[in-house]
């Protein structure tokens, strides 16, 4: 694993050779790359250039302030990968949580460059909005700060995945959390944000487990017929739970694209 930053956005990252495919991994609501860190034992590092990105105010990258918006961070990134697969090999999404309305918006911007797009229990109904909707209760993104830091913490004490969660949490920005949770609302609402996944003209599937996903949730992929692949017995962050698994998984999926493009 290497280190870049790019036009301000910390990158982990490991390159085989440029004119392979790339692989970007997107994080969720008050998170970091550090969710994603087991990709760098996968198989998938052999075959991909993998890069890891923190998003203004979460995780090493700084808040930007001419990027506040969580819309604004997808223009940022889908420029940053544009410049830097430029005369290289497709391009393909993973994106976790509420990160993936940005990795929707990614693949609205890159078009035919995207060969998959794989979304990690991301928003698609209202009810997936659970804690990005969190700042919304709260006066000062102070006042939110120390009400969820708490919430995360005892959580954290029981459950393994929110251990590393809760590191990543220590990093993000307090405005930087607040300003995804407000400008996040607009796009979740009456499920909008589900319907820009389905529409979207890429390869995509759904990644999801019966723990945490929501009952309108699993509803609306069986109703819409989204593209899926669900993990019995998993939660919220498969990357974590099910690294092994889901990593040889992602490397067949994005295997079989790139076998009928």
Same mark, same amino acid.
């Given at each position: 694993?290497? %280190?870049?930053?790019?036009?301000?956005?910390? %990158?982990?990252?490991?390159?085989?050779?440029?004119?392979?495919?790339?692989?970007?991994?997107?994080?969720g609501f008050a998170d970091s790359g550090l969710a994603y860190k087991e990709v760098f034992d996968s198989n998938l590092v052999s075959d991909y250039n993998l890069y890891i990105v923190d998003f203004p105010g979460f995780g090493v990258s700084p808040l930007n302030t001419n990027y506040l918006s969580i819309k604004e961070h997808a223009d940022l990134l889908s420029e940053v990968i544009k410049k830097e697969t430029e005369n290289a090999g497709k391009v393909n999404?993973?994106?976790? @949580?509420?990160?993936?309305?940005?990795?929707?918006? %990614?693949?609205?911007?890159?078009?035919?460059?995207?060969n998959c797009y794989i979304n990690i229990e991301g928003n698609l109904t209202e009810a997936d909005s659970y804690f990005s909707s969190k700042p919304l209760q709260h006066e000062t993104a102070k006042e939110f700060m120390d009400f969820f830091e708490v919430e995360v913490f005892e959580r954290a004490k029981?459950?393994?995945?929110?251990?590393?969660?809760? @590191? @990543?949490?220590?990093?993000?920005?307090?405005? +930087?959390?607040?300003?995804?949770?407000?400008t996040s609302q607009e796009h979740i609402q009456n499920n909008k944000c589900g319907f820009e996944f389905k529409d979207l003209g890429c390869h995509k599937i759904y990644i999801w487990g019966d723990v945490d996903t929501p009952i309108e949730t699993q509803e609306f992929i069986r109703e819409h017929n989204i593209p899926?692949?669900?993990?019995? +017995?998993?939660?919220?962050?498969?990357?974590?739970?099910?690294?092994?698994?889901?990593?040889?998984? %992602? +490397?067949?999926?994005? +295997?079989?694209?790139?076998?009928?493009?």
């Open positions: 694993m290497k %280190i870049k930053v790019l036009e301000g956005l910390f %990158i982990r990252y490991n390159e085989t050779d440029k004119a392979k495919q790339s692989i970007w991994f997107l994080h999404i993973v994106a976790h @949580s509420i990160g993936a309305l940005i990795g929707t918006w %990614i693949c609205q911007q890159l078009g035919n460059q995207v029981k459950e393994d995945p929110f251990k590393r969660y809760y @590191s @990543s949490l220590r990093f993000a920005d307090p405005t +930087g959390m607040r300003n995804w949770g407000f899926n692949k669900l993990y019995k +017995g998993v939660g919220h962050w498969h990357m974590i739970e099910n690294s092994k698994e889901l990593y040889n998984d %992602i +490397g067949k999926l994005i +295997g079989d694209v790139k076998e009928t493009v």
